[in-house]
C-alpha cells in the first residue's frame, strides 16, 4: 500500500469520526432542547360558583388525590424561556348544598396542555409557566346525600350532562426538584345546560337556568426520568 492510499484512507476515517461526532454534538444539544417530564397535577382543591335562576347556591370545597397523572413533553428556546404540552388524567368537580342535600358531581378528563415557561428552565430551579388547556370528560359521576345520608348514585361514560369539551387557563409556579403550584379557571359551565331527561313522560331541562363555574388549586409535580437521582440530590441539599 503506497503513502496516497494510506492517507486516503486515514483522511476517510477523520471524515467518518467527524460526521460522528457532530452528529452526537447535535443530538446532545436536541436534547438539551427537547425532553419529556413525567408528572401532572397532584391533590387538587376545587371551588365552584354556582347560581340558579340568579341566586346564589351553596357550594363547599372538594379534595381529591386520585386520579391525577400525565406526561409533558418540553421545549426549551434557551436556559430561560421554554413552552411544553403533553397529556394529563385529572378528576375534578362541584359540591353544592341546599335544604339538607348535598350533591357531589365530578368528571374524569383527558386533558392537552400548552403552556410558556419563564425562568430558570433548564436548571429547573424555579420558573413561572401560564398556558390553557382543552379538556375532554369522559366520565360523569354523581352523589346524592340527604341530612348526611347517601340516598343514590350514578355514573356515566361521555355523559351529556357536561360539555364534551372543557377549555381552561393555568398559571402557577415551580421549584426544584420538580413541586411546584398551580390555579385552574374554568371560564365556561361545568353542566350542559342543554342537557335534557325525561322522568315519567315528562321532559326537564335541569341546568337550563343554572350558572356554574369552577377553579381549582393543585400542587404540581413534574420529574425527568431520572427523577429519583433529583430526589436524593434535594434530600443531600435538606440535610
Excluded at 397532584?42 to 351553596?58: C, E, Q, T, Y
Excluded at 398559571?171 to 420538580?178: C, E, S
Amino acid at each position: 500500500m503506497n503513502i496516497k492510499t494510506c492517507l486516503f484512507t486515514l483522511l476517510c476515517c477523520l471524515c467518518q469520526f467527524a460526521l460522528f461526532a457532530q452528529d452526537t454534538t447535535e443530538q446532545k444539544k436536541l436534547r438539551q432542547h427537547v425532553y419529556a417530564t413525567n408528572g401532572g397535577d397532584g391533590p387538587i382543591l376545587s371551588f365552584g360558583n354556582v347560581k340558579m335562576d340568579g341566586a346564589h347556591v351553596n357550594t363547599a370545597p372538594r379534595f381529591t388525590l386520585f386520579f391525577n397523572v400525565g406526561r409533558n413533553y418540553n421545549y426549551d428556546f434557551t436556559k430561560w424561556l421554554g413552552i411544553y404540552s403533553g397529556v394529563d388524567l385529572k378528576n375534578i368537580g362541584i359540591i353544592t348544598k341546599e335544604n339538607g342535600t348535598k350533591l357531589k358531581r365530578r368528571v374524569y378528563t383527558l386533558g392537552v396542555p400548552l403552556g410558556l415557561k419563564i425562568g430558570d428552565v433548564r436548571g429547573q430551579n424555579f420558573f413561572f409557566f401560564l398556558g390553557g388547556q382543552y379538556d375532554l370528560a369522559f366520565n360523569y359521576k354523581e352523589k346524592q346525600f340527604i341530612n348526611g345520608d347517601k340516598a343514590k348514585k350514578f355514573n356515566e361514560w361521555f355523559s351529556d350532562r357536561t360539555p364534551l369539551l372543557m377549555p381552561s387557563l393555568f398559571a402557577g409556579f415551580r421549584f426544584y426538584p420538580g413541586i411546584g403550584l398551580k390555579v385552574q379557571y374554568y371560564p365556561n359551565n361545568f353542566f350542559n345546560k342543554d342537557f335534557k331527561e325525561t322522568v315519567a313522560g315528562v321532559t326537564t331541562y335541569p341546568y337550563r337556568n343554572m350558572e356554574s363555574k369552577m377553579f381549582f388549586v393543585t400542587l404540581t409535580y413534574s420529574f425527568g426520568d431520572t427523577w429519583p437521582t433529583q430526589l436524593n440530590r434535594f434530600g443531600k441539599m435538606l440535610n
